[in-house]
């Protein structure tokens, strides 16, 4: 029997790109997430399996027959960390063999992320395990900043002139099914994963300007009138806001501009470009 692969959060950008990556491969794929519909809608060569993972009567029969798992933390309070380690446990007694978890940069260093915390505890277990850090997103052109894109022409966050070596969930997605699908090879490995090259928010306004044809600026912002904007434009709810908002201002500190050779040894190419992920995005950003 070939080894079966679970895609925990199959309907994010990193699962959704993990997913298609590993169903690309050959492999024999369920992906997990609370709207099943949905997952049987977009993965007609995968099984989907509900879970929620504040139900933990649900772990058994997500796991059941698993041997390489993918988690990431999903986006939301405190409350899921517990919910999160729980089922590593859970996947620990099914006789899963290896998980490859989604975590963040920086997660190595300071240890109060909540990705730290997760990761420690995948690292106390006795499965395999590999720790993927990815920077700073693309997909924040089509998710945080298009609003912004469409209707102002401008990129508005509290960055000031830093530099971002921006990363594309695509190729995260590949690198995760590099490493389930070798685990030998990445067992016990943490990699540092960012783009090739870094960019000013000014230079990814431009390339902005020549793939969609019209004057896109950056507007650096105040850290104030920032988290301001998100609350009233954006009606994001106050915890959003802040994390939001130091994410972006913490940029100014240069931690997310060096490159790093991970990602493209993982994937044997190049990653995929700034310009690359604007010009297979247009309709989503125009």
């Not at 310009?275 to 989503?284: E, G, I, K, L, S």
Request: hydrophobic content about 45%; aromatic content about 6%; glycine content about 6%.
């Amino acid at each position: 029997m070939a080894p079966l692969i679970a895609v925990l959060g199959a309907t994010g950008n990193v699962g959704s790109a993990a997913a298609r990556a590993l169903i690309r491969r050959g492999a024999d794929v369920r992906v997990l997430g609370r709207r099943r519909t949905e997952l049987r809608a977009r993965y007609a060569r995968a099984e989907a399996v509900r879970l929620d993972l504040s139900d933990r009567k649900q772990f058994d029969a997500a796991l059941e027959g698993v041997t390489g798992l993918f988690v990431i933390r999903p986006p939301a309070a405190h409350s899921v960390d517990d919910a999160l380690m729980a089922f590593l446990e859970s996947a620990e007694r099914a006789g899963v063999q290896h998980v490859v978890f989604s975590s963040v940069a920086g997660a190595g260093e300071q240890t109060w992320l909540p990705h730290a915390k997760i990761e420690r505890h995948l690292t106390s277990l006795r499965m395999k395990w590999t720790l993927l850090r990815p920077g700073f997103f693309l997909q924040n052109l089509e998710d945080a900043y298009r609003r912004d894109i469409r209707r102002d022409d401008r990129i508005y966050v509290p960055a000031d002139d830093a530099q971002v070596a921006w990363i594309d969930a695509r190729d995260v997605g590949e690198a995760v099914a590099v490493c389930l699908l070798d685990p030998d090879a990445h067992s016990g490995q943490a990699y540092h994963l960012t783009g090739s090259e870094a960019l000013g928010f000014d230079e990814i306004a431009r390339i902005l300007t020549d793939v969609l044809g019209r004057d896109i600026r950056y507007e650096p912002a105040s850290i104030p009138a920032y988290a301001v904007h998100l609350l009233v434009q954006h009606r994001l709810g106050l915890i959003q806001t802040i994390v939001q908002t130091y994410l972006h201002a913490d940029l100014r500190r240069g931690t997310a501009a060096p490159t790093t050779p991970d990602l493209e040894r993982l994937l044997g190419r190049t990653p995929r470009s700034a310009r690359d992920y604007v010009r297979d995005h247009v309709a989503q950003l125009k």
